[in-house]
């Protein structure tokens, strides 16, 4: 096991044109509406298989080859244990972490809900609605005791938040964007509301009511924060600006045929792309989107660490701009807590920023970002992955892969359904519902 961890250090991630884990593996105001809509999967039986862990044997166009299926495993050991490097020593830990008050008053246990990892994620410093938001988001753990002794806790989370919210009310006011302020003044109202109803429920012992009006407080407030944003926060560096950018969020579906399986059909998997703290790399992704480029695409590799694709027929393992003839390439973006701007170009670790945390950390199931060559870290074009794993036992920065490659989204709906996907799967459509205007430059508007 310590030669698969000590391979680990040397080569970062497994090395092939199909993880390539040297690719690893593969209107604002009302955005926050898009999140209410459940794409639906279509099930052959009411029984399925939620975990599908087995590994796939043939990839495409040529099996794994022995080192690849030794840094799989030791990827795996990684991602369980948490264990970074070993040539990351106790000194390296002991450099000072970028602690900002946000990131005080969300530590704890990783934060695994895709949902609240875009929250936390928004470029705002308003703690009066953090403040509201994290009891709404605590009640999740309130919920895993057994029976109705849960909803005293939930009793706790509730009258905090809505003490909370009655106090810092006009903070919260007075951090709605100006031409945002109609519509965050309307969802403040609906979340006050929406406490104390609640609270009725809470009284009157309904625990199975509790989760599905949590996520509607929550809904809003998500609503609320994102009109707090105005504008774009920071400019990208020259010598991308004129690259597709995507300066905001967007949402987006993907439609996914399934092949060869008795319990699942076909699956719409709605994703948050997040060009806050992403711009190039989500504005890449967009720009794929509107081109058309992964419709009809078959899942290259699946086999319970990642789910991957993007690599085109023929040589090219990217995007060929039809306009140059050339792959186009982005370069590693990673946004950190306490910095206005992304890192370009460098790992974190060979920035030296060993307990940085990432702004969009590989929490979640369903985590989407992109692949690239394992020694060039700016070499990613069109392959991308969703991590088949939750963050249970790693926090972020303590895995191998955050501050190595560039997040961009979540998948936030029907995320549980990745892990029945298998290679020969075919992405029948992406689209996107939401946000297409935060896109800027887009080049799949220029002919040829």
């Known amino acids: 096991m310590a030669a698969f961890i000590s391979c680990h250090c040397s080569t970062s991630l497994p090395t092939s044109k199909f993880i390539n884990f040297q690719k690893l593996p593969v209107n604002r105001n009302n955005a926050w509406l898009t999140q209410h809509f459940t794409p639906r999967c279509s099930l052959k039986s009411q029984h399925r298989h939620r975990h599908q862990c087995q590994l796939q044997s043939e990839q495409k166009r040529r099996p794994f080859s022995l080192k690849e299926c030794a840094l799989s495993i030791a990827l795996a050991v990684g991602l369980i244990t948490g264990m970074p490097s070993v040539d990351w020593s106790s000194t390296a830990y002991a450099a000072n972490p970028v602690v ?177 703290n992403a711009p190039v790399t989500a504005g890449n992704f967009v720009d794929l989107v509107q081109r058309h480029f992964y419709d009809g ?32 390439t982005i370069p590693l973006e990673i946004m950190v807590n306490g910095e206005k701007t992304p890192f370009y170009g460098a790992t974190l670790e060979e920035l030296g920023l060993y307990k940085a945390q990432t702004k969009l950390p590989f929490n979640a199931f369903g985590t989407m970002a992109m692949a690239r060559e394992e020694f060039e870290n700016n070499s990613a074009s069109s392959q991308i992955f969703w991590l088949l794993k939750e963050s249970e036992l790693t926090p972020s920065n303590a895995n191998i892969l955050d501050g190595r490659y560039a997040v961009f989204g979540y998948v936030t709906e029907n995320e549980d359904f990745l892990a029945d996907l298998k290679v020969g799967d075919v992405i029948e459509t992406i689209q996107v519902v939401s946000g297409v205007d935060n896109l800027v430059n887009p080049s799949y508007k220029i002919a040829g």
């Not at 951090?175 to 109803?197: N, P, R």
């Not at 010598?239 to 076909?266: C, Q």
């Not at 023929?314 to 050339?326: L, Q, R, V, Y």
Request: glycine share 8%; hydrophobic share 35%; aromatic share 4%.
């Open 297 to 328: 695409m078959e899942i290259q590799r699946a086999d319970g660490f990642v789910v991957q694709t993007g690599d085109p027929e023929g040589p090219a393992e990217g995007f060929i701009d039809p306009s140059t003839e050339k792959t186009r």
């Open 100 to 276: 900002t008050d946000i990131s005080v008053l969300i530590s704890g246990p990783p934060i695994k809900d895709p949902g609240a990892l875009l929250r936390y994620a928004l470029p705002i410093d308003n703690k009066a609605i953090r403040e509201v938001q994290k009891p709404l988001e605590d009640i999740t753990e309130s919920l895993k005791v057994a029976g109705v002794k849960a909803l005293d806790s939930v009793e706790r989370n509730v009258r905090q938040a809505s003490r909370t919210l009655k106090q810092g009310k006009s903070l919260i006011l007075s951090g709605l964007a100006e031409s945002k302020k109609d519509h965050g003044v309307e969802l403040l109202d609906k979340l006050e509301a929406g406490m104390d109803e609640l609270q009725q429920i809470v009284e009157g012992r309904n625990r199975d009511a509790v989760a599905p009006k949590q996520k509607e407080l929550l809904q809003y407030v998500s609503g609320v924060e994102e009109d707090m944003v105005d504008g774009f926060p920071y400019e990208v560096p020259e010598e991308y600006r004129n690259m597709p950018l995507l300066k905001g969020r967007a949402t987006v579906d993907m439609k996914v045929k399934v092949k060869d399986n008795p319990n699942l059909d076909e699956c719409v998997f709605r994703i948050v792309l997040d060009g806050y």
